[in-house]
């Protein structure tokens, strides 16, 4: 049975895309005819627009679920910002002038301490509000205390 014959056809690719067509040629054991031809017949064929539109479903999703995430995370940050405002105007009495200077040395030197803080958290990778959602978490599910 005589094989189907090709037609010989030159195209130009970016630098960049032809490293990329010989890498994978490379990796696959076939001629970079053989990606070109593949590729295109992909390209071509009637479901790879559904294949995708699968591809940017699951990605829209996960992303999707990405931004539901940080939107717990904005909505708890506010709502403990929210309450320690209304908590700490409430039992916080006003200074008078003569400790307003010592107040605020205080106040900068525990403020250092608070960035100091903040910075090695930031540096562990462990955030506040992943920490305070497991706590949640637990607490919902019935678990114990996990302190």
Do not use: C, H
């Not at 895309?17 to 390209?43: C, D, G, P, T, Y």
């Not at 910002?81 to 008078?96: D, G, H, Q």
């Amino acid at each position: 049975m005589p094989m189907p014959s090709k037609t010989r056809m030159n195209v130009y690719f970016e630098p960049e895309l032809l490293k990329q067509v010989e890498a994978l040629a490379l990796r696959r054991n076939v001629s970079k005819s053989a990606v070109i031809e593949a590729a295109v017949a992909s390209f071509l064929s009637a479901d790879a627009s559904e294949r995708l539109e699968a591809v940017f479903a699951r990605r829209m999703d996960r992303i999707d679920r990405q931004v539901a995430g940080m939107d717990e995370d904005i909505a708890i940050m506010g709502e403990t910002l929210a309450l320690f405002i209304r908590f700490w105007l409430t039992v916080t009495p006003p200074l008078p002038d003569s400790a307003q200077a010592s107040a605020r040395a205080k106040g900068v030197e525990r403020f250092e301490g608070f960035l100091q803080s903040l910075g090695r958290k930031l540096a562990t990778g462990d955030r506040f509000l992943r920490e305070l959602s497991r706590d949640i978490d637990t607490r919902r599910n019935g678990g114990e205390d996990p302190q």
